[in-house]
């Protein structure tokens, strides 16, 4: 069974970082493009950002040269790194992958950003 498990969300205070990672076990995740998604209560869950298995990747205008996306295949393990939070940026945040057309998702990890 595929399993993604997000972990470093938490309390910060805007203008600081937090990183997130979603270790993924039962797959090999270097076959697949992985992606970050958030969600704030009552909206849809949006697209962060995603990285290909070549490591191009692609960001949501709202979080372009403040937020990174890298992958450590060898870890199995996809990283989200967050600069200079702002309070708009509290949302939970799921990591998620595609095996033959099937969408899979992790639990979430909340981040929020207040002072």
């Known amino acids: 069974q595929v399993q993604l498990v997000e972990s470093g969300g938490g309390l910060v205070q805007p203008g600081r970082s937090l990183r997130l990672s979603c270790v993924v076990s039962?797959?090999?995740?270097?076959?697949?493009?992985m992606g970050w998604y958030r969600q704030t209560p009552g909206q849809e869950r949006e697209l962060v950002a995603t990285?290909?298995?070549?490591?191009?990747?692609n960001y949501a205008e709202f979080v372009k040269g403040r937020f990174t996306i890298s992958r450590a295949d060898a870890r199995n393990t996809v990283y989200l790194q967050m600069n200079s939070l702002k309070p708009e940026d509290t949302a939970v945040y799921y990591c998620?992958?595609?095996?033959?057309?099937?969408?899979?998702w992790g639990q979430g990890t909340l981040v929020t950003v207040s002072s």
């Open positions: 998620r992958m595609v095996i033959n057309s099937n969408v899979i």
């Open positions: 990285i290909t298995t070549g490591g191009i990747t």
């Open positions: 039962g797959w090999i995740i270097s076959l697949n493009t």
